[in-house]
């Protein structure tokens, strides 16, 4: 099945910032939440996990699982965008705010992606 623009979008935004994750992890350190076991090991870990996945999207026989695991991956990295939306009204930077608090309704067109990804195969 043809590659749709979603996937491809879906992929690039795993590309981009599962290469974050590995070469700046202190960024995502912040947002971790306290519930969450060794921090640096699971950022660095959701970083590789986002570039196979971003690859998996692009190939028709990975689309599926990487679609599923895309879906997974966001539904598990959910927490700590709502931590990070949380903490940001205790500061001052209305920028930081309008990002943290605008990022969580985009994962939603994420979830679709994720989804089409997987049911499309």
Not at 15 to 27: C, D, Q, R, Y
Not at 30 to 39: G, K, T
Not at 86 to 95: A, F, L, P, W
């Amino acid at each position: 099945m043809a590659l749709t623009p979603s996937t491809k979008v879906l992929a690039g935004i795993f590309a981009v910032s599962g290469t974050v994750h590995l070469v700046k992890p202190e960024f995502y350190t912040q947002i971790m939440p306290s519930w969450v076991p060794a921090h640096r090991e699971v950022i660095l870990g959701s970083g590789v996990a986002e570039l196979a996945l971003a690859v998996g999207l692009l190939a028709p026989q990975t689309r599926r699982v990487a679609g599923w695991g895309s879906l997974a991956l966001l539904v598990g990295v959910y927490p700590a965008n709502v931590k990070m939306a949380v903490d940001s009204t205790r500061t001052r930077n209305t920028g930081l705010k309008a990002a943290a608090f605008g990022r969580l309704p985009l994962q939603w067109p994420m979830v679709k992606a994720a989804l089409r990804a997987a049911r499309e195969g």
